[in-house]
């Protein structure tokens, strides 16, 4: 007998044929009706009791993981040539208009919630600029590049070739390119804060808050605090006029305290904060009570003292867990960032989710991951013990974030 979804599938085949004038409209929804109907269907399974049904239902639903593909396949085994409105319509809600380089693994910090163990790695110029012409050969007409790292000032030569490239490459395809950069804040010199003003960076700073957390939670190497440096580089930042947001992290045993973080960065002068609930970590029911309560304050903080709290705004994807965007490693391995906070041997994280070489890769669209994808390859990964509850627990606070905007 066949299942529901099949059915649907075959609903979802006949509306991408019929793409048109409408520009796939019809096969978008099919596709979205879909992914919930499995998204909804895989959770039931993986928070039911275990037993030979429930274990047999997950089995089947993971089978579904990138059904596009399959569903791409069918479509050309049927005779159908697609075309580039075929591929946006198909590929739609798979993935994001984001490509992250992770251009160095060296940082000059030592988090205590940083889950990924320190090694010596760097990105050479050719890897990076193969990254960037892969993302404009995409379909997308407004393309983001985001540099990551470790931290990505200490690979700076590297950053400023790959965006001064797709620049130009963007110029001569007529695409927009938005340049984004995660920073720890601690090598913002006027030069380089020049530099990123020049190129129309968005900049993302982490700051823990205050100066007890920052310090406690992000000391430096050699175990020295990191805030006063980190205050500097946020003031060039802030007077350069550079769009930016600070990121503080929670922790589960911090978690009545996060409207505190809100309070203190909007008072030394930041407008666009967002808190991250700590992944990788278990959070009780109580420790999740106790963030849903306390961002519920942090919320009417920021109504009150005029800042944005991006945790409330359609920018925020949740449950943030799901999100994997595709990464270029160092040594041109893309991978999806998906299990990146939940492992802390970043090689073998690597090998789970590689997808690609960059310089050998396809069309970048059929690369992406829904949210089901990400939560079916999640569950096959860590689908036991202590590492599944982990996932379930950061997945059901994000799910409560999702709910409440």
Known sequence: MRSLYEAQLDRTELALRAVGADGGAQARLALGALDSALFEALHSAETAPDGPKAAARRAYLLGW?????????????GGLRPSADHLRA???GSGSDRLILLVTHACQLRCAYCRVRKYGASMDVETAEAGVRW?????????????FGGEPLLALPVVRGAAKLAERLAREAGKTVRFLLTTNGLALDAATVAFL?????????SCDGTMSAQDAQRPTARGAGS??????????????????????????????RAHERVETLAAMG???????YALGRYWTAEQAAALSRSMD????AARRLGVELV???????????LNSELTVDCDGTVFRETGVCLEEDFQEMKKRFRVADVRRAGLFETYGATPFDNFAILASAYGQGSMRRTLLSNLEIGRSFAEAR
């Open 65 to 77: 993981a990138f059904y596009r593909r399959r569903l791409l396949r069918r479509l050309v085994k």
């Open 90 to 92: 198909l590929f739609s």
């Open 135 to 147: 993302l404009m050969r995409s379909l997308r007409r407004d393309v983001d590049l985001q540099f």
């Open 197 to 205: 003003r020049e190129h129309s960076f968005c900049v993302e700073v």
């Open 227 to 256: 805030w006063a440096a980190l205050c500097s580089g946020l003031e060039r930042l802030r007077g350069a006029d550079i769009p930016y947001q600070v990121i503080a992290v929670v922790l589960p045993e911090d978690a009545e």
């Open 270 to 276: 930041h407008r666009r904060i967002q808190i991250n």
């Open 297 to 300: 304050r942090a919320a009417d």
């Open 311 to 321: 945790n409330f705004t359609r920018k925020r994807r949740e449950p943030v867990v």
